[in-house]
């Protein structure tokens, strides 16, 4: 993907929801505030210059992993992270290795937003490298409660649990063929 030609949109693809969001491929100056939302969504990024530091390695890792922001009034308030597995494969292998939305904004549709808009500038990058997207994979905490939410947006089916991986036991979620994003 090209980190000097995003593409945004409006996070509206979320069922129709208006969430006042716009989603659009992370920039370096969205670092920051990558970090500050992964801290206070994950206990694995505290502190937040922990999370800092993460953050700063995950993008270093371009094109393997890539960052999408939600933004709004110019303040990143979600972002996605995917990391793309065992090589640039003509049937890619998409991982979603994290999702998360500002505390007090959740549930307004701004997450759903960020993995269909996300998806849809994945699948387009795949195809200008005649590559395409065969499967994403997706692993949740067991108390993240957010098992229906992938199965809703990515039509996500859990083939694995993994006992005691972070702070309990983790779901290992697989998409094939994930949706693609509604016509904006
Ligand atoms: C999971 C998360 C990214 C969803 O973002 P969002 O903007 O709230 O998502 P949407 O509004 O598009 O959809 C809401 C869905 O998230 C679920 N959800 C999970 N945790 C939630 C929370 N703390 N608050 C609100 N909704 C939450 C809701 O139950 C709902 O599920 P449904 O689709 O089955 O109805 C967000 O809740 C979050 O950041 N959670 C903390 C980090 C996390 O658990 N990330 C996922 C695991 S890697």
């Given at each position: 993907m090209n980190r000097s030609t995003p593409r945004t949109s409006r996070a509206a693809a979320a069922g129709g929801r208006a969430v006042g969001a716009v989603v659009r491929p992370a920039a370096e100056g969205d670092l920051d505030g990558i970090a500050a939302v992964?801290?206070?969504?994950f206990s694995g990024l505290s502190p937040v210059?922990?999370?800092?530091?993460w953050v700063g390695a995950c993008w270093r890792a371009s094109p393997r992993m890539q960052?999408?922001?939600?933004?709004?009034k110019g303040v990143v308030v979600g972002y996605i992270l995917w990391l793309e597995k065992g090589g640039f494969r003509k049937e890619a292998v998409f991982e979603l290795e994290q999702v998360a939305v500002r505390a007090g904004q959740r549930g307004h549709g701004v997450g759903e937003a960020l993995i269909r808009s996300s998806l849809d500038d994945i699948r387009?990058?795949?195809r200008s490298r005649g590559a395409r997207l065969k499967l994403v994979e997706v692993t949740t905490g067991s108390e993240q409660g957010a098992l229906g939410f992938y199965a809703r947006v990515l039509g996500t089916e859990q083939v694995a649990c993994i006992?005691?991986?972070?702070?309990?036991?983790?779901?290992?979620?697989?998409?094939?063929?994930?949706?693609s994003a509604p016509p904006r």
């Open positions: 992964g801290s206070e969504s210059s922990e999370a800092r530091r960052y999408w922001v939600a933004v709004s387009t990058y795949l006992p005691d991986l972070f702070r309990g036991d983790e779901f290992v979620l697989i998409a094939r063929e994930p949706p």
